[in-house]
C-alpha cells in the first residue's frame, strides 16, 4: 500500500501528468458532445496533418531544452518542399536527389542558426526571427508566389515518407511511423544518452557545462541543425500529402509547435525537457482545434482554448516545479 | 628547505590590473604536495583575483604558472581542470536542474556497451554517486538521483567536493566555502579539506573567517593591496591576533 502511494505520488509529482489528465478530459469531453469525435474518420483526419507539426516539435523539444528556440521552422517547412519540387519540376535532378539537396540547405540553415547564436552570441529570437524572413522570401522569390505542382510522384520515395496504410480500421500515413520513430529515438537521447545530459546540463547551467568539458557550442548548433532538418522533413511529408508545395506554408507553425512543446512541460528557459510531454502537446493541440469545430463551437473562438490552455499548464508546471523542486 | 620537487604549483611574478587598479602586484605563490594553504587577507587585497588567474577564470597581465615544474598555460577553466585544478565556490558550479549522479558525471560520462548512441551507464552513476556522497560526509539518505536544486548549500558544497575527489584533483581551491553555511555543514567541509589532505590533495583555503583557517591548514599566506606580505606563517606558532595585524598592516612579518 505504501508502495503503492509513492509510486502515485512519483507519477503525479511528473511534469507529463498534467498533459496527460489535459488530454483525457479534451478527449471525455469532446466524446460526450459529439461521438463522433472518436470515430475511425475523425481519428484518422486528426492522425494526417498531427504528425507532420508533431515531428517539428519533437526538434524543438530538444533545442528548447538547451535553451534556445528557432523560430524558422514554419518557413523551413514551407521552403524544403518548394526547393525540392521546383528541381524535379523543371528536370533538373531526381526527386530523391532532389530530397537530398532539401535537406543539405535545412542543414546549412540550422548551422547558419546556430552559428549566429553561439559565436556571435545574438538571442535566438533575433537569429531565427531573421532566419524565417530570409527562408521565406527566398520561397517566395523563387517561386513567384505560386505552388509548385506535385503530380508526377517517385511512388517508391513518396511511399516511404507518407505511403497511406490501414491500420485497426484507421487511414494513416507513414509520418504517423516517423513520429512515433523520432519520438522513441530522441526520447532515449534527451533521457539516457551522453548527449541528453549535455543538452540538458547545456540549458541549465552552460558557463559550469562547459567548464565540465561539455562542448555547450557545438551541442548547440546541432540541434539547430537538428531543428531545420526536421522541419524540411515534415514539409517535404506535407508538400507530398496535400500534392502541392505552397511557399507560404508553414506560415507561423513556430508559435502553435512552441506551444505545444511548452504545455508538454518543456522549459522554454532551458534546462528542462520532455519529448514524452511535447507528444502529449502536440496531441492536446490538435485534438482540441479538431473537436471544438465538431462540437460546434465557433472556429473564430478557437484562440481563446488554446491561449487558456497555454495560461492553465504553465500555471500547473511553475506549481509542481515549486512544489517538487524547491530552489530554482 | 623545501626543493622544487615538492611544489605542486608554482606562480611567479603575477601581475593583474584592472584599469588603473593594480589588483596583483608581482606575487609569488606556492603550494606544495599535501599542503593546504590559507590564503588571507582583508578585502580587495587580491585574493580573489590571485584564486581567479589560478583557476582559469582570469587572466594575469604577466607572469607564470608552473605545475609540477612544468610551465602551464591556463587560459580558462577548462584548461584548469584538465590540469586537475578544481575549484569551489560558494555557488558551486552544479546544473541545478540535474540530478547528483548527472552532476557529478558531467563530461565524463560513463558509457554502457553496446554503444548505442552512447548511452551513459546510469547504474554505475547512480551507484558511485551513493558512494561519494556518503564518503563527504552527507549522513542524511539521499537519492542520487534528487536534482542539485533540492539540496541545501552545505549538501551542493558537499557535491562539488565529491566531484573534486572522485576526478582526482591534486589541487582542490576552496572561495569562501564556509559562507552561508550552517554549524554542522561547515564541520563537514573542515572534515573535507583535511580528508583531502590525508588522500594526497593539495588545497587552498580561502575564508573570511580567520578561526575556520586556523583549524585546517599548515601554512598561511597574507596578500595585501595587491602584494604578498607573509608567505610562511604557521597557524601552530602563531595567534589570530598576530595575523589579523599583518592582515591590516599593523605589523610586517616577511
Known amino acids: ?328 | 628547505m623545501m626543493t622544487m620537487t615538492d611544489e605542486l604549483v608554482r606562480m611567479e611574478h603575477i601581475k593583474k590590473s584592472f584599469g588603473r587598479v593594480q589588483a596583483l602586484n608581482d606575487v609569488i605563490f606556492t603550494v606544495r604536495k599535501n599542503e593546504i594553504v590559507g590564503l588571507l587577507g582583508d578585502n580587495g587585497a587580491g585574493k580573489s583575483t590571485l584564486i581567479k588567474i589560478l583557476s582559469g577564470a582570469l587572466t594575469a597581465d604577466s607572469g607564470e604558472i608552473y605545475l609540477n615544474g612544468n610551465k602551464v598555460n591556463i587560459r580558462n577553466t577548462t584548461d584548469a581542470i584538465q590540469h586537475g585544478i578544481e575549484t569551489i565556490y560558494q555557488d558551486s558550479a552544479l546544473v541545478a536542474q540535474l540530478s547528483i549522479a548527472r552532476n557529478l558525471f558531467l563530461g565524463r560520462e560513463p558509457i554502457k556497451s553496446p554503444h548505442f548512441l552512447d548511452r551513459m551507464d546510469q547504474s554505475a552513476m547512480n551507484e558511485l554517486a551513493r558512494q561519494l556522497i556518503k564518503q563527504v560526509g552527507i549522513t542524511k539518505e539521499i537519492p542520487p538521483t534528487t536534482p542539485i536544486s533540492s539540496l541545501s548549500g552545505g549538501e551542493r558544497q558537499a557535491v562539488a567536493i565529491a566531484r573534486a575527489m572522485h576526478f582526482k584533483s591534486d589541487l582542490i581551491i576552496l572561495d569562501e566555502p564556509t559562507n552561508n553555511l550552517g554549524v554542522e555543514e561547515t564541520r563537514g567541509v573542515l572534515r573535507f579539506v583535511r580528508n583531502a589532505r590525508d588522500s594526497g590533495c593539495s588545497c587552498i583555503f580561502i575564508a573570511h573567517n580567520i578561526h575556520h583557517v586556523f583549524q585546517v591548514v599548515d601554512r598561511i599566506v597574507v596578500l595585501r593591496r595587491g602584494e604578498k606580505v607573509a608567505d610562511d606563517v604557521d597557524p601552530k606558532r602563531t595567534t589570530i591576533e598576530e595575523v589579523e595585524q599583518i592582515i591590516t598592516g599593523m605589523k610586517y612579518n616577511s
Not at chain 1, 546549412?108 to 531565427?128: A, H, Q, R, Y
Not at chain 1, 526571427?129 to 522570401?137: A, D, E, H, I, P
Not at chain 1, 513567384?144 to 508526377?152: A, H, L, T
Not at chain 1, 522513441?184 to 567548464?211: E, F, H, M
Request: glycine letters at 12%; zero cysteines.
Open chain 1, 1 to 328: 500500500m505504501r508502495r503503492l502511494i509513492s509510486f502515485l505520488q512519483r507519477f503525479v509529482s511528473r511534469s507529463e501528468f498534467g498533459p496527460l489528465v489535459l488530454l483525457a478530459v479534451e478527449f471525455v469531453i469532446f466524446t460526450i458532445r459529439q461521438p463522433k469525435f472518436i470515430s475511425p474518420l475523425n481519428i484518422s483526419n486528426l492522425l494526417a496533418f498531427t504528425p507532420e507539426l508533431g515531428i517539428i516539435a519533437l526538434g524543438m523539444t530538444l533545442l528548447m531544452t538547451s535553451g534556445e528556440f528557432d523560430l524558422s521552422v514554419g518557413s523551413v517547412f514551407g521552403f524544403s518542399a518548394v526547393v525540392m519540387w521546383t528541381l524535379f519540376n523543371e528536370g533538373t535532378t531526381s526527386l530523391p536527389v532532389g530530397f537530398l539537396i532539401a535537406m543539405a540547405i535545412a542543414v546549412v540553415i540550422g548551422f547558419v542558426n546556430g552559428w549566429f547564436v553561439t559565436f556571435l552570441k545574438i538571442p535566438s529570437f533575433l537569429v531565427t526571427l531573421g532566419m524565417l524572413l530570409v527562408v521565406r522570401g527566398t520561397a517566395l522569390y523563387i517561386t513567384d508566389g505560386f505552388p509548385q505542382g506535385v503530380w508526377r510522384t517517385n511512388a517508391s520515395m513518396a511511399r516511404i515518407i507518407v505511403g497511406e496504410f490501414r491500420f485497426a480500421g484507421l487511414r494513416l500515413y507513414a509520418t504517423v511511423v516517423w513520429f512515433v520513430l523520432f519520438a522513441i529515438i530522441l526520447g532515449y537521447v534527451l533521457t539516457q544518452s551522453k548527449a541528453g545530459n549535455w543538452i540538458l546540463a547545456t540549458g541549465g547551467n552552460p558557463v559550469s557545462a562547459q567548464a565540465r568539458g561539455v562542448r555547450v557550442v557545438r551541442t548547440k548548433i546541432a540541434l539547430f541543425i537538428l531543428s531545420a532538418v526536421m522541419s524540411a522533413f515534415a514539409g517535404i511529408a506535407s508538400s507530398i500529402r496535400v500534392a502541392t508545395a505552397n511557399p507560404n506554408s508553414g506560415t507561423s507553425y513556430e508559435l502553435e509547435v512552441i506551444a505545444m512543446v511548452v504545455i508538454g512541460g518543456t522549459a522554454l528557459t532551458g534546462g528542462r525537457g520532455t519529448v514524452l510531454g511535447t507528444v502529449l502537446g502536440v496531441l492536446i493541440l490538435r485534438s482540441m482545434r479538431n473537436g471544438i469545430v465538431l462540437i460546434g463551437v465557433p472556429g473564430l473562438a478557437y484562440n481563446i482554448f488554446i491561449g487558456a490552455i497555454i495560461l492553465g499548464m504553465m500555471a500547473l508546471h511553475s506549481g509542481l516545479e515549486r512544489r517538487y523542486h524547491k530552489g530554482t
